[in-house]
């Protein structure tokens, strides 16, 4: 069956990094599209990062722009999010997400990790 497990997320000063990682099993990992969402206390789901199937073309809203890095090692069938610069704003529940269709983007998602909790404090 179709697992991800986030692992990664602790507190961090602001101007920090954290790298996030996402272990995904269940299916071939190089043939969807993957995204990083985020969610944050008392707000709606946000998008964060984009990565084509295969790992190949990256996407970021500028929230996150030229901060935050997403990237896939298709061998160890691992998903990663590269954060740096953190801001309080980015403090959030942050979760790796598999989209529906084989080999085409939809921005629809049908799996989900558990989440991983980033915090950014002082």
């Known amino acids: 069956q179709v697992q991800l497990v986030e692992s990664g997320g602790g507190l961090v000063q602001p101007g920090g990094s954290l790298r996030l990682s996402c272990a995904v099993s269940g299916f071939t990992f190089s043939s969807y599209w993957m995204y990083w969402v985020r969610q944050a206390p008392g707000k709606g789901l946000e998008w964060v990062s984009t990565?084509?199937?295969?790992?190949?073309?990256?996407y970021q809203p500028d929230s996150v722009k030229g901060r935050f890095t997403i990237s896939t090692d298709n061998a160890k069938n691992m998903l990663y999010l590269q954060m740096n610069s953190l801001k309080s704003e980015d403090t959030a529940i942050y979760y790796c997400v598999k989209d529906p269709f084989l080999g085409s983007p939809t921005n629809e998602y049908d799996y989900w990790g558990q989440g991983t909790q980033v915090t950014v404090s002082s």
């Open positions: 990565i084509a199937a295969g790992g190949g073309h990256t």
